[in-house]
């Protein structure tokens, strides 16, 4: 219990809960919609915009972010259209987005240390300011929800549905969107560009495995991927690994155990 005292170590714990948050919000919304694989292209083109900040000097948060946001936006305007397929959209920006990511990291003078916590994740690096990042998104996404929480389950489950009660469907879609994206680079210090779809989706596929109901899948979520959070972190100081990848088996380790669990005691709880 002596790392408790380390600056880094309460830092590592204070980003994940809010990062936990973050996740748990937008990653049920994403299972819901089936939006893994957009989510995953948008993570990927995240790296365009960290490139871009390492070439050009900028803060590679904040360049990503941007990007991610504008690929995000892309997709979901390029899959409306009739002569655009949406897995074609996706992996338009996934491939452009790694493709700027790799030249102008190339291109960038100087070596930067920094870029494979990016792809793999260090949630020990994390800073104040990244965990400033995190309170805010997860406020700002809990008031969202909060207010909205009904038109987000109509445009979850039926957007026919959700329009024919004049919801407008095009303005949450968007916003939504630019939630992901932003979450998804919040937490790239935690996880990085590889691993980070994994912690918006398995926590909400293990809640499914108890629940049906939208509103206990996000709380559960929320519960497992903090949870997932902190056995990571012990194993990651235990067997000296990364904690990135730590994170994401420890969260496998409860979607296995759990389903395991589950079928051997043939429960069939439903909440």
Not at 1 to 6: T, V
Not at 8 to 36: E, P
Not at 63 to 90: P, T, Y
Not at 198 to 226: C, D
Request: net charge positive.
């Amino acid at each position: 219990m002596n790392i408790l005292q380390y600056t880094f170590f309460q830092n590592a714990l204070l980003g994940s809960l809010f990062a936990s948050v973050a996740c748990g919000l937008i990653g049920t919304y994403i299972v819901t919609r089936r939006l893994v694989f957009i989510s995953g292209g948008i993570t990927h083109a995240s790296f365009g915009g960290i490139g871009l900040g390492v070439f050009f000097g900028f803060s590679p948060i904040l360049s990503a972010a941007v990007f991610s946001v504008l690929s995000a936006f892309g997709v979901e305007w390029l899959s409306r259209r009739k002569d655009m397929r949406e897995d074609s959209a996706i992996a338009v920006f996934w491939t452009f987005g790694m493709a700027v990511g790799i030249i102008f990291s190339f291109l960038s003078p100087g070596f930067a240390p920094d870029l494979s916590s990016y792809l793999f994740g260090n949630i020990l690096t994390i800073t104040r300011s990244d965990i400033y990042i995190l309170v805010i998104l997860s406020v700002v996404m809990m008031l969202f929800f909060t207010i909205f929480l009904n038109p987000i389950i109509y445009v979850s489950f039926d957007r026919e549905f959700a329009r024919s009660q004049r919801i407008p469907v095009l303005f949450f879609e968007y916003v939504l969107m630019m939630f992901i994206a932003l979450t998804i680079v919040s937490c790239l210090r935690m996880v990085g560009i590889v691993l980070a779809i994994s912690l918006l989706t398995i926590p909400q596929m293990t809640a499914n495995l108890f629940t049906y109901r939208y509103k206990l899948i996000i709380v559960w979520s929320v519960l497992i991927g903090y949870a997932s959070c902190l056995g990571g972190l012990f194993i990651s100081y235990a067997y000296n690994v990364p904690s990135g990848a730590s994170i994401i088996f420890f969260s496998i380790l409860i979607y296995v155990g759990c389903k395991i669990g589950k079928s051997i005691c043939k429960i069939n709880i439903r909440f």
